[in-house]
């Protein structure tokens, strides 16, 4: 399989630098996702919230909001982390917490996968993106969270939202290994996610 989310090397060393904080940005319209964070241990480490862009990305709005009220993102892990640069999750096939995570970050949901919805939202600090394959239109229920921007991803990935609250949250999520291109050992998880309208 494949990791969905795919980085050039370069660009890993020259992220490096977390982000001080979010641009200027309010929460709009909604949908929210809210999702509650764990450590592997199951202690409770607090809120992010999610404003996506239903304008901008409707069909992967309506992936990320079917998944999350059918239960399908509780408990899932966030498989890779690289500091500086993003915190990547959503793998509801490979990526269950308290089971074998070793393959998290190759599957995805039982849907189809997605048309790209490219946009004009750039990916900074809090943007929400898209993992995929090689394959721009192969995106299916993997999401990222920039740490810092990365433009880099422009017109490459979907954009479907941004953080508007848990920043700190966010920050905290454990990292992975750099060399292992950010796979995370005993990785914090998503508890719950609910959705708000």
Do not use: C
Not at 16 to 39: K, Q
């Amino acid at each position: 399989m494949w990791n969905k989310l795919l980085i050039p090397a370069l660009v890993l060393g020259a992220a490096s630098a977390h982000a001080a904080g979010l641009p200027g940005v309010t929460d709009g319209p909604g949908p929210n996702l809210v999702i509650e964070v764990a450590d592997a241990k199951g202690a409770a480490k607090g809120k992010i919230v999610l404003d996506l862009y239903n304008d901008k990305a409707p069909k992967h709005v309506e992936r990320l909001v079917g998944l999350a009220k059918s239960g399908a993102y509780d408990g899932v892990v966030f498989h890779r982390v690289i500091d500086g640069f993003m915190v990547q999750t959503g793998d509801v096939e490979f990526g269950k917490h308290g089971g074998d995570t070793a393959r998290a970050g190759m599957g995805g949901s039982n849907l189809p996968d997605l048309k790209a919805e490219f946009n004009d939202v750039s990916f900074q600090a809090g943007t929400v993106g898209m993992a995929r394959s090689q394959d721009p239109n192969s995106a299916n229920s993997q999401f990222f969270i920039d740490l810092a921007p990365a433009e880099f991803l422009d017109n490459q990935y979907t954009v479907v939202g941004q953080l508007v609250d848990g920043w700190d949250v966010l920050n905290a999520i454990k990292k992975g290994d750099p060399a292992a291109n950010g796979a995370v050992v005993e990785p914090d998880y998503m508890v719950k996610v609910t959705v708000q309208e």
